[in-house]
């Protein structure tokens, strides 16, 4: 286990404009999921598992939004 | 800041017997207290309350400041437990709980990787981020650069096992000294470490403004160190509040104080029974009397129940006897002896009566110099010899005696050996008696701690006759009252003394010294030398 990643800051917006967990997952789950979701899907699910992990380190964010994604829009292929 | 104070404390073993009773002390902010007491004595039963592992029988223990506990076991650990699971233990609660639940949800992530699962591990970094863990990690980074000169990363799997006893100390105190608890309770830290490892253990000690309360049987650690001592003994503790240059006399000014209250005691009871006697007599004549009588009586079971002051601590029964004998005058000679592969050769003459003291780097042959002047076999070049009458007797680590694992006391004393005849059980019982060793006769001597061990050796080499005494840290198990035991049965041995030593205050009471470098030079020195690094080897 390695959790060296910086803490979260307290009082952070839940969706900063620009976020790196949000821009990072969305690039990468919307080339993995093209042809079976639509892109604006996509966005979206990325976004509000953004927001429902709010509070949780902001170094681990990018790791935490795009497993969480997966299973989300895992879940609409379905 | 932090403080413990230790109230009416009473702990029974469960055998019955009362270990501890009626504890009293407070270690106060930025104190540094030793805590002190013959091998048994409950020094580490009592840390062990402290640190709320045991719960007392009665009393209570109050602390704040959080505590950091450093276990007796650390240095000899050698199953799996890695540097990180190490660290993790060594930190404050908050922190291992957070470390857990981290660790838990990871799991629980290995096998469902579901919605629930992710968000309970999310919670559990958010909840490891809350507790301070993120800068527990860059602190713990520091640590293991400063113990073993790697990051964090490149060694937290590493196993403890693979690690020295004296790297697995400097690993838990450097977590400790730089860790948040404000109160450390070290049992035996310097324990495993070399002169330059104790030297930075006082080091750090002294310049701490945590307060620490630490066992240890190294005299000059305590010294330097420590600002009071507390004394197991006795049933009970009490405090010394000046250092140990001071700690024998106040000791001894207690005992006679204690000794003189019990007796002045004893004299007024035994003079208010022989007053209850005579007026009871008188009562039979004179009825005037009997009220007297009544009166004395209810005096005598007042004075009774009030019972008497504490008796002195009956002291440790060590009376070593090493007696030895006339020899010629030239004891051991050596000319260009190399112990295989060790060393450089070289020439040593040692004269009857000669105190040597062997120091030097870990691996450089000091032992084996010995085991060799001991008779044994050990490969080298060049020649030695021991002089007209000299009888060497041999004292080794505890751990080098395989052979008496099983076998009791009583049973060894018996049997005798070469050069050492057996004796019946009624003087084998009388020698066990003058080491302190009556309880332990029929035990097997594994069973026995390592100062009991060390104090059997002595034994036999008493009876063995010898006239040059090869003693392989001899002190390292010892308690205090112990060690003190051997230096007076040293100073009165007639015979010739090489010892090898890591104990600098022993040290200090040989004539010369062999040092063994860490270059494979072999040199003599009339001061002792320390700073011998460790002999670089191939792993």
């Known amino acids: 286990m390695t959790l060296a990643v910086p803490p979260s800051t307290p009082g952070s917006p839940s969706e900063l404009p620009g976020d790196p967990a949000v821009e990072q997952a969305v690039d990468r789950l919307r080339g993995e999921y093209a042809g079976r979701i639509r892109p604006q899907l996509v966005v979206r699910v990325v976004r509000d598992c953004r927001r429902d992990l709010g509070g949780s380190p902001v170094g681990a964010m990018p790791e935490l939004v795009e497993r969480l994604a997966r299973v989300r829009l895992g879940r609409h292929i379905a | 800041m932090g403080y413990v104070d230790v109230s009416a404390v009473r702990h029974t073993l469960s055998d019955g017997r009362v270990l501890l009773d009626d504890v009293n002390f407070r270690v106060g902010e930025g104190a540094r207290a030793a805590l002190v007491g013959e091998n048994g004595a409950g020094k580490t039963t009592l840390l062990r309350i402290i640190a709320g592992d045991l719960v007392p029988e009665a009393g209570s ?37 957070a470390w857990d639940a981290v660790e838990a949800a990871e799991l629980a992530l290995m096998e469902t990787d ?18 301070g863990g993120y800068d527990v990690e860059v602190t713990w980074d520091t640590v293991t650069v400063a113990a073993l000169g790697v990051p964090y990363d490149r060694c937290k799997y590493r196993s403890l096992s693979t690690l020295s006893g004296g790297e697995q100390k400097r690993l838990a105190l450097e977590a400790l000294l730089r860790g948040p608890d ?112 009544s009166a004395m009586q209810t005096r005598l079971a007042k004075f009774e129940a009030a019972g008497p002051p504490p008796d002195r601590p009956e002291e440790q029964k060590v009376a070593m006897r090493l007696r030895g004998g006339r020899t010629g005058v030239r004891a051991v000679m050596a000319e260009q002896l190399e112990l295989t592969g060790l060393m450089q050769p070289f020439d040593a003459e040692l004269w009857f009566g000669d105190r040597v003291g062997v120091l030097g780097a870990n691996g450089a042959g000091k032992s084996h110099f010995l085991r060799l002047l001991a008779g044994r076999d050990v490969a080298h070049t060049g020649s030695w010899r021991l002089g007209a009458r000299v009888v060497p007797g041999f004292f080794a680590q505890t751990h080098a005696h395989p052979e008496w694992q099983e076998r009791t006391p009583v049973d060894l004393l018996w049997h005798g050996e070469p050069g050492r005849p057996g004796v019946d059980r009624g003087r084998a019982m009388a020698a066990l008696r003058r080491y302190g060793l009556t309880d332990q006769a029929d035990q097997p001597f594994r069973t026995l701690s390592g100062g009991q061990q060390a104090r059997f050796q002595i034994l036999l080499l008493e009876l063995g006759g010898a006239t040059l005494l090869l003693l392989d840290e001899p002190t390292d198990n010892l308690d205090v009252l112990s060690a003190e035991a051997l230096e007076e049965a040293l100073a009165a041995f007639e015979g010739t003394v090489l010892a090898v030593t890591h104990d600098r205050w022993f040290a200090r009471s040989f004539d010369r010294f062999l040092v063994f470098g860490a270059d494979g030079r072999v040199y003599e020195s009339a001061e002792p030398v320390f700073d011998e690094a460790r002999v670089a080897r191939a792993r």
Do not use: C
């Open chain 2, 61 to 97: 223990i109050a602390r704040t400041g959080g505590l950091g506990v450093m276990r007796q076991f650390i240095g000899s650990v050698r199953d799996d437990t890695t540097v990180q699971r190490l660290l993790v233990d060594l930190s404050p609660p908050a922190v291992r709980a």
């Open chain 2, 114 to 131: 579901d919605e629930p699962a992710q968000m309970a591990y999310a919670d559990a970094l958010a909840q490891w981020g809350d507790a």
């Open chain 2, 182 to 293: 404000q109160v450390l309770l070290l049992d035996e830290p310097d324990n495993y470490l070399d002169v330059p490892g104790k030297r930075w253990l006082e080091e750090r000690l002294l310049e701490t403004r945590k307060t620490v309360l630490f066992i240890s049987h190294d005299r000059e650690l305590l010294a330097r160190v420590a600002d009071r001592v507390i004394t197991v003994e006795g049933g009970t503790a009490w405090v010394h509040g000046g250092g140990f240059a001071s700690y024998h006399e106040a000791r001894s000014s207690r005992h006679e104080r204690m000794a003189e209250l019990r007796r002045r005691w004893d004299e007024e009871h035994d003079r208010l029974v022989e007053l209850v006697r005579t007026l009871q007599q008188q009562a039979k004549n004179s009825p005037a009397m009997a009220s007297k009588y």
